[in-house]
């Protein structure tokens, strides 16, 4: 290492532990005191904790993107499990890999927590929803920066509770408190094969005389792993990446979770918590690899997704729904990336994603504040007059989205399609490209239904529609940015670039050079951006002539459209064969063995012993003579049976 | 028809099961009380009985004991009985049956 970059990643490692902690400090401050000093106050530590985190994390990925390849900043905070040959830290670890995911985690983050400070003014439990934000950035900053599995485990049910907790922030509506409980239970599913991929990997490294779960160890003995294990273990912790990254089977939950804040949807449920499981499978890129059964998996549970939610999509009619399933289906494009081995690719998009996404969650927030909670798309139109800053942003996002070259999805979403495609999976990319259509077909459906053509909804709410206040437009205007210039990290090298992304993340998840002809790439862009633009072009034709276009759809196609609407019916399917049955097996179990059996042993034994009780008391009649009588008989049999025997 | 070991013992069972009856069913705690000493009394005869017809001393010594214990009993008995007409003014056995379920 040069002298002077060993100097520098000296002079910053101490800091790190302060990337998370920071707000963690901002939890306790709005929990112990916000009440008392007030919005103003609450408002400002939450933004500024994020913001201190934000430039700690700045001079990290500088002194990384600066130093030599492979650099890496380690802060061990202190030894936290020490059983027998087992360690495991407390210690933070940037790299590059987790260098980009702390400057989105951050970044983004605090930007969403300026827009709260304006979307949230009004909230009674302003100070409550400030702790629990920043509760949340530090569990994600744990899980971003922890150098080893348990720790990331830590911050993985971290974000968990933070996800629960904030889906269900307005508690006193039944409907979304319980959607936060649905939130928690299905991630516990996939919690549970984390933590037994975890165990399989401990018990394997044990063997291997590796007692350690740091990432760093796993990537380096993965490749002399029996294949079983690293498919079992591979497998497991993929279970736990479609709990938190909403992928086939797991996803039901995070639809339900647009209950929460509109803020929380775009923070947890599009740009950051939900790319964990991402995140924790470019982390593990060594295991992954040797296991390629996995990955063949991972890819196509990825593209399955992908499509499937973005057919749902097509057929919602509530803002935030619609933008939830294409944040499903974006995140199928990512675990099809991983499938494929692109995990560069992969973690392109999550960045790119993060900002479009965020940007438009945060522009629906807006569009649902100026529009007084109205959230049904049938009902808006025309908002673009009242609404000029968010919809010029939300734009940007839609345009973004839909992968019109020059935007950031455009770069990463050619990268993932162009990776499946030199990998040789066709049909992954055939999947890739059908859904980039339907993205781009309900992106502008949503865009048209809710910015063009005539308001329809009722006067009242027209004539009190507004533009929100500059807290909320300014990180909107951010975000619009990035949307734009955030793809030029990665130009490919078909078009002049160099790819810069893919080699700067090489030395952490390594590079797979896509070893297909610049004119065979070109192509493949060619053919995804005209899908794209048909996608386009469909829905403006049709949506624009006729804003109530859906109900021709519905009786054109209507055997599968009103499906579309429920979404497949998945969560009546759960139910049916899984909810259901459990609730029923549980009340036999409950009346049939708890209740039968075991209270009724339990309480059998004590009314037995009072009932013989009950009947020996009545031997007891407190008469001297009756006892004297029970004597003398006793006396008389005792001698009898002794004469008897022949004992006397 | 001289007078020999068993009889002297047939005469103590008939006093012992005379005391019995008397224990078990005569309301009257004094009566009762003097059935106890009739039981008592009937012991007494018999060890004194199979002493002689043993020739040996061992019946005699334990009769003493019995009779101290008896007057003292008597003494304990009497004050007891006293006591309990005082408070409750009759000494029928099945009225002070306090100690029941």
């Known amino acids: 290492m040069h002298p002077e970059a060993a100097q520098q990643v000296a002079q910053v490692a101490p800091y790190l532990r302060y990337i998370p902690l920071l707000p963690l400090v901002g939890v306790i401050f709005h929990l112990a005191a916000g009440y008392r000093f007030g919005r103003r106050a609450v408002g400002l530590v939450a933004c500024g904790s994020v913001a201190a985190s934000f430039a700690l994390a700045t001079m990290a990925f500088l002194t990384i993107f600066n130093g030599p390849a492979g650099l890496a900043i380690v802060d061990p905070v202190y030894e936290w499990i020490a059983s027998g040959d087992f360690s495991a830290t407390v210690s933070f670890r940037v790299d590059a890999l987790a260098s980009v995911m702390v400057m989105i985690v951050t970044g983004v983050g605090l930007l969403i927590h300026v827009y709260s400070t304006g979307y949230m003014a009004h909230d009674e439990d302003y100070a409550r929803f400030f702790a629990y934000l920043n509760l949340f950035m530090a569990a994600m900053l744990v899980l971003v920066l922890a150098d080893n599995l348990p720790l990331m485990f830590v911050g993985w049910e971290g974000v968990g509770l933070c996800s629960y907790l904030l889906i269900g922030f307005w508690y006193k509506d039944p409907e979304k408190a319980s959607a936060g409980k649905k939130a928690f239970l299905v991630n516990r599913i996939g919690d549970a094969g984390f933590l037994l991929g975890a165990f399989t990997l401990f018990w394997t490294l044990s063997d291997m005389g590796a007692p350690s779960l740091a990432f760093e160890t796993i990537n380096a003995h993965a490749a002399s792993f029996a294949p079983g294990v690293a498919l079992a273990a591979a497998l497991l912790l993929f279970v736990g990446a479609t709990g938190k990254s909403a992928q086939i089977p797991l996803y039901v939950w995070l639809p339900d979770a647009m209950a929460g804040p509109t803020p929380v949807s775009a923070l947890i449920h599009a740009a950051t918590m939900v790319t964990a499981g991402v995140y924790m499978v470019a982390r593990l890129h060594g295991l992954f690899e040797a296991a390629p059964l996995a990955m063949q998996l991972i890819g196509g549970v990825g593209a399955a997704t992908a499509l499937m939610a973005a057919t749902i999509g097509i057929a919602q009619n509530d803002i935030k729904k619609v933008l939830a399933y294409s944040t499903v289906s974006q995140l199928g494009y990512m675990f099809l990336a991983l499938g494929v081995g692109a995990f560069g690719a992969a973690i392109f998009h999550v960045m790119t994603h993060a900002f479009f996404k965020a940007l438009m969650f945060l522009g629906a927030g807006s569009v649902i504040h100026g529009l007084h909670e109205e959230q049904d798309i049938r009902r808006m139109g025309g908002v673009m007059n009242k609404m000029p800053i968010t919809h010029a942003t939300f734009l940007v996002g839609v345009l973004a989205i839909a992968g019109v070259p020059g935007l950031a999805g455009f770069f990463s979403k050619d990268e993932i399609l162009a990776s499946a495609w030199a990998g040789g999976h066709t049909g992954l990319w055939i999947c890739g490209v059908l859904g980039a259509a339907m993205t781009a077909f309900y992106m502008t459906r949503l865009y048209v239904l809710t910015f063009r053509g005539e308001f329809r909804g009722d006067h009242h709410t027209w004539a009190h529609a507004h533009e929100s206040p500059s807290s909320m437009t300014l990180p909107l205007i951010v975000l619009a940015g990035l949307s734009v210039v955030g793809g030029y990290v990665g130009i490919p090298e078909a078009l002049g670039g160099h790819n810069a992304f893919a080699n700067y993340l090489a030395p952490s998840v390594g590079h797979h050079a896509l070893g297909i002809a610049s004119e065979t790439e070109l192509m493949l862009m060619a053919v995804s951006v005209g899908a794209a633009f048909l996608g386009m072009t469909a829905a403006w034709a049709m949506y624009s002539r006729d804003p109530r276009a859906d109900l021709g759809i519905a009786r054109s196609l209507r055997s599968v459209y009103p499906r579309l609407q429920r979404a497949y019916d998945v969560d009546a399917l759960y139910d049916y064969t899984l909810v259901q049955p459990l609730m029923r097996g549980s009340e036999k179990l409950w009346i049939d063995v708890d209740v039968a059996i075991i209270d009724g042993a339990a309480n059998g034994t004590a009314s037995a012993a009072r009932g013989a009780g009950g009947l020996l008391r009545r031997w007891s009649t407190g008469n001297v003579q009756h006892y004297m009588l029970t004597v003398l008989v006793g006396v008389a049999v005792v001698v009898f049976a002794l004469t008897l025997a022949g004992g006397l | ?101």
């Open chain 2, 1 to 101: 028809m001289t007078i020999g070991l068993v009889h002297w013992l047939v005469l103590s069972a008939l006093l012992m099961a005379i005391g019995a009856v008397g224990v078990v069913v005569r309301r009257n705690v004094l009566i009762i009380f003097m059935s106890v000493e009739l039981m008592l009394n009937a012991a007494n005869l018999a060890f004194v009985a199979g002493a002689h017809s043993l020739g040996t001393m061992n019946g005699q010594s334990i009769v003493f004991f019995v009779m101290t214990v008896a007057a003292a009993e008597a003494a304990v008995g009497l004050a007891v009985i006293l006591a309990l007409f005082r408070n409750r003014q009759t000494v029928a056995a099945d009225e002070i049956a306090l100690l029941k379920w």
